[in-house]
């Protein structure tokens, strides 16, 4: 059943939008979608090119919109109803302080992983007001929103994102190119793998690195994720980690942090929160200090800290 306009308001063939965004909160609210309103003047606001606010301003107002956009609407409602995720139908996805072009073939940046890249601009931060000219490494970068997050708000940072996926890579690249330069120039978008980074891709930095932050894979292997806005569109090689526990991709950028980090350097890894105790082993032996475990903003163990022992 589609979500498309129901009601000329005029003989022009406008539509109310208040209705429109009516209708549409119901159709994606039946469909499962968990946050029916918010997604439906998302999607407004993208097909009128209005802030989501103006959007809402508009329908008490009473504004009209006329049927092209009225139908445009419609079609990415029913869209949003079957599951395809919002970003991938606005282009766009809000992470800290920017906003990123997403779409097939890139992991979507989760609101928790935000808790992990402020645990790495926290960390930058800090040894920039000290005096330093913090060197950070984004392992697993994706969409390249930690890196990028990094270098935006700590201007002295150097920061290194590392991707696998070409196709990732190719998103990251884009968000990459699309900053203003002075921020550009310090963001150094790598294609090769996290494993064994400190021997590979990034060897040129083995020893040197201040902070290693990583959002790895780390769904287990026969697993299914619940929102079917993950399981249908997510790249599996951004969702699953290997083996029955998921972690043998975060086994390997623990390792790798071990031969990037330098004496009191920090890492950051994003993990499920059910890992906690897990990943807290894989730096549990000699080499590493100040191992804990961070909430994210909903209470749930979201990532492993550690500081390489000096």
Do not use: K
Not at 76 to 96: C, I, K, N, S
Not at 278 to 304: I, K, M
């Amino acid at each position: 059943m589609s979500a498309g306009p129901a009601r000329p308001a005029d003989p022009a063939g406008s539509f109310e939008l208040a209705v429109l965004l009516r209708d549409a909160r119901r159709r994606l609210a039946a469909a499962g979608v968990p946050t029916p309103g918010p997604d439906a003047g998302l999607l407004a606001a993208h097909v009128l090119g209005l802030g989501r606010g103006e959007v809402a301003a508009a329908a008490l107002r009473g504004q009209r919109v006329d049927a092209a956009a009225a139908r445009r609407f419609g079609e990415l409602v029913d869209a949003r109803a079957e599951r395809v995720p919002l970003q991938h139908l606005t282009g766009r996805a809000a992470f800290r302080t920017v906003e990123l072009a997403v779409g097939r073939g890139v992991f979507v940046p989760r609101p928790e992983t935000e808790v992990v890249a402020g645990l790495a601009v926290d960390e930058a931060r800090a040894l920039a007001a000290a005096g330093g000219a913090p060197c950070v490494v984004d392992l697993c970068t994706g969409s390249a929103a930690v890196a990028i997050s990094v270098a935006v708000e700590v201007p002295a940072a150097a920061v290194t994102a590392v991707e696998l996926d070409p196709s990732a890579h190719a998103w990251a690249r884009r968000n990459v190119d699309a900053l203003p330069e002075d921020v550009r120039r310090r963001v150094d978008l790598r294609l090769g793998d996290a494993v064994g980074a400190d021997t590979g891709v990034a060897a040129d930095l083995a020893g040197a690195v201040d902070v290693v932050v990583a959002n790895p894979p780390y769904i287990p292997q026969g697993a299914r994720p619940i929102d079917p806005e993950v399981a249908d569109h997510d790249p599996p090689l951004a969702l699953y980690g290997g083996g029955a526990d998921g972690l043998d991709v975060p086994r390997a950028v623990v390792a790798a942090a071990a031969g990037l980090l330098i004496p009191g350097g920090l890492l950051v890894m994003e993990h499920a929160d059910a890992q906690g105790p897990a990943t807290r082993s894989l730096v549990g032996g000699e080499g590493w200090d100040a191992v804990r475990t961070v909430e994210d903003l909903t209470g749930r163990p979201r990532a492993l800290v550690a500081r390489r022992r000096r």
